[in-house]
């Protein structure tokens, strides 16, 4: 584990690597501008078993994000990973091998009033269950490959560069199968409620 000063220096370049993939993107640009209010904060690392199969990951294939990819990789044994499910009767396997940490947000190393941005790495074979969110949400993908899941619309499979957005409150759901896949996630609004699944 780096010093203090070693693990702000990993949280920066991760966060350039972040500001720079995502304001070379129009659609998540126009869906929430990259913040000017960006604050660094502490975090206190906490581990989950999907946290490690992240680290080891093979499968997260990407021809133009391989800076951020690996700075989300670099980063991972200084995060807090999430837990938000625990408790729900999501099932173990979904415990196990989802994985998911904030950058800009709660528990994350940074702070900002006007977007939360999230890491999500999900294995090959695993679903992620319908759930919804006050908060207006955009998904880019940067490695591997899902169907993403809307409410009211057909899955559609998406890849490195592509983005999903979900409204307020609009069920969504995400399946993997031969490969893994790793996707930035934003917030625009809504930051106090989080996410459960849709009965
Ligand atoms: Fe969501």
Redesign the pocket.
Known sequence: MPDQGGMRAVWDRLLQAAKETHEGNATLSAFCPFPDDVQPQDVVPYHIPGAQLMAVETGLHTDRYTELRDAFVTAGPLALWRETYKGTDIGQDFMDRFACYCLIGVGGAFTSQQMCAWVVYMPPELHYPW?H?PGE?MYLTLAGEAVFMVEGAEGVVLGPGDTSQ?ESNQP?AMTTHAHPVMAY?VWRNGFETP?VLTI
């Open positions: 759930h969110h949400e979900h969504h996630v996410p």
